[in-house]
């Protein structure tokens, strides 16, 4: 929208609809850009676009639609970079028997082709900011134990709902505050690194629970006596004593194998 040559029109009421698009005022006239079920929301038909739309949301384009007062002007694709080792990371996250759902705004056919590329199970896609957190009690309905991945202030609902809420420190501090994990990257591949050092870490605590309740079921019957009415034998307290560092010493050399986790 400009007046001359050079020089933009003032844009005035800027408003954003949750979910749909945004909206704005250039001098009588009003700007809409959004979704295309919010634009028709708004009587205004996208149909002479319809094969370039289907084209590009197959491709993986998210497709906003612009419209000036009620004439449809055009739309503008944007495409999501898929990072690069997201296939392999989801594919190590399949071998533990997790199941991957994608939880987004986009429509169907967008984020279904992004979850093809990346390997995802199951899509849910044209989901309103407010409604994530529903979705996720709905997983946990089905039975799952669910962790969820976020960044974003919307997101942040839903990262309290969760079983595990796993937020990137560079994401929003209310997305941190609500999460149990923060991730001091941004990297995919850190939501597989904490999953498989906490499960590495909780095998460990139960490794080292049981040695030491069977060392101490043997150990302290020992100390007080019990074989020596049989065999004659009495533990010294300076033997016992060192009996107990070794099992501290086994506890830590057995945590200490943590360090050679291997995560891909």
């Not at 399949?94 to 199951?122: L, P, Q, Y």
Request: glycine share 8%.
């Amino acid at each position: 929208m400009s007046q001359k040559k050079g020089e933009a029109e003032k844009v005035t009421d800027f408003k954003a609809i949750e979910g749909k698009g945004v909206t704005a005022h250039a001098g009588k006239t009003t700007l809409y850009l959004g979704s295309q079920r919010y634009i028709e929301e708004l009587h205004i038909a996208t149909s002479s676009l319809q094969t370039t739309t289907l084209k590009l949301e197959t491709e993986g384009n998210t497709v906003a639609h612009v419209a000036k007062g009620t004439a449809y002007l055009g739309c503008i694709a944007i495409a999501d970079t898929l990072k690069h080792n997201a296939p392999a990371v989801i594919a190590a996250l399949h071998k533990m028997g997790i199941v991957v759902v994608m939880i987004t705004g986009d429509n169907e056919k967008t984020a279904r082709s992004i979850a093809a590329k990346a390997g995802i199970d199951r899509v849910l896609a044209q989901v309103l900011p407010g409604d994530k957190a529903n979705q996720i009690k709905k997983l946990q309905k089905e039975g799952y134990t669910v962790a969820m991945a976020g960044d974003g202030i919307n997101d942040a609902p839903a990262l309290a709902q969760a079983h595990v809420g796993i937020a990137m420190a560079t994401g929003t501090d209310i997305a941190i505050e609500s999460a149990g994990i923060t991730l001091l990257q941004g990297d995919i591949e850190r939501v597989l690194r904490a999953i498989t050092l906490s499960k590495a870490t909780l095998r460990a605590i139960k490794q080292n629970l049981f040695w030491a309740f069977i060392y101490n079921l043997l150990g302290i019957p020992v100390a007080a006596g019990i074989l020596y009415p049989f065999f004659g034998i009495l533990l010294s307290p300076i033997l016992a004593s060192a009996a107990m560092a070794f099992s501290s010493v086994s506890v830590v050399l057995n945590s200490l194998r943590l360090k050679k986790i291997k995560f891909i």
